[in-house]
Each structure stands twice: as structure tokens, then as C-alpha cells.
Nanobody, 128 residues
Framework: QVQLVESGGSSVQAGESLTLSCEAS????????MAWFRQVPGKEREGIVA???????KYANSVRGRVLTFKAKTNNTLYLEMNNLKVGDTAMYYC??????????????????????WGQGTQVTVSS
């Protein structure tokens, strides 16, 4: 059983930067495949970046060039660094892990239904 705990959400001004953390506990093999999603009320959960333990990443077009994800192996924590934040980035941000059906299918790695474990989310609010 994997547990994911996100932190780092905050209220910031447009143009500022923010780094979110997702600390994973449990079997490491279930965290080889991870991702960040975000969701606003009334909309579907949007995948923004998928990460693999081999270092591969896939970024959604909506955030490409403004975000970076990386993992600290020492504490099995996945980070999401977001730069030049926009009002449209306001959302609840979730971390997800374990995608056994699509580990080798990057075209589906940003689909929420493919992930087994989820954190509780951390709120990011960007104001103009």
C-alpha cells in the first residue's frame, strides 16, 4: 500500500514560482510510475506531468516550459517546480502513483484512471 502526501500549496501572485512536494511511503516498486494532476471544481482532473523512475518525463502542453518535476531518491519524494504561474494554474494539485497498465505506454501516462494511488491534494491559488 502506497501513501502519498502532498504539500507546498499556497496563494501566490501571477508570475511567481512555487514548488510542490509529494512524499511517498510504501513499496518503492509502486512508485516507479508517478504523475502530477490538477483539478478545478466542475472540471475533469488534468494530467500535467508524468514521471518515471528511469528519469523520463512527459509534460502537458498547458505547462510545458514552465514546470519541472524531479524526484529525490533519498526520501522518495516527487517535486513539482512551477514557474511564471498564471491565474489559470489555480487548482487543487494531486500526486498519483502506480500505473501498471501504461508503464510502457506514454500516450496514456497522463490519464487519471490509470493510477492506483492518490494523495489528498494541495491547493494552489494564483491571483493577478
Amino acid at each position: 500500500q502506497v501513501q502519498l502526501v502532498e504539500s507546498g500549496g499556497s496563494s501566490v501572485q501571477a508570475g511567481e514560482s512555487l514548488t510542490l512536494s509529494c512524499e511517498a511511503s510504501g513499496p518503492v516498486r509502486n512508485t516507479y510510475c508517478m504523475a502530477w494532476f490538477r483539478q478545478v471544481p466542475g472540471k475533469e482532473r488534468e494530467g500535467i506531468v508524468a514521471y518515471d523512475s528511469d528519469g523520463s518525463r512527459k509534460y502537458a502542453n498547458s505547462v510545458r516550459g514552465r514546470v519541472l518535476t524531479f524526484k529525490a531518491k533519498t526520501n522518495n519524494t516527487l517535486y513539482l517546480e512551477m514557474n511564471n504561474l498564471k491565474v489559470g494554474d489555480t487548482a487543487m494539485y494531486y500526486c498519483a502513483a502506480d500505473c501498471p497498465r501504461v508503464r510502457n505506454n506514454w500516450s496514456l501516462r497522463l490519464n487519471a484512471e490509470e493510477y492506483t494511488y492518490w494523495g489528498q491534494g494541495t491547493q494552489v491559488t494564483v491571483s493577478s
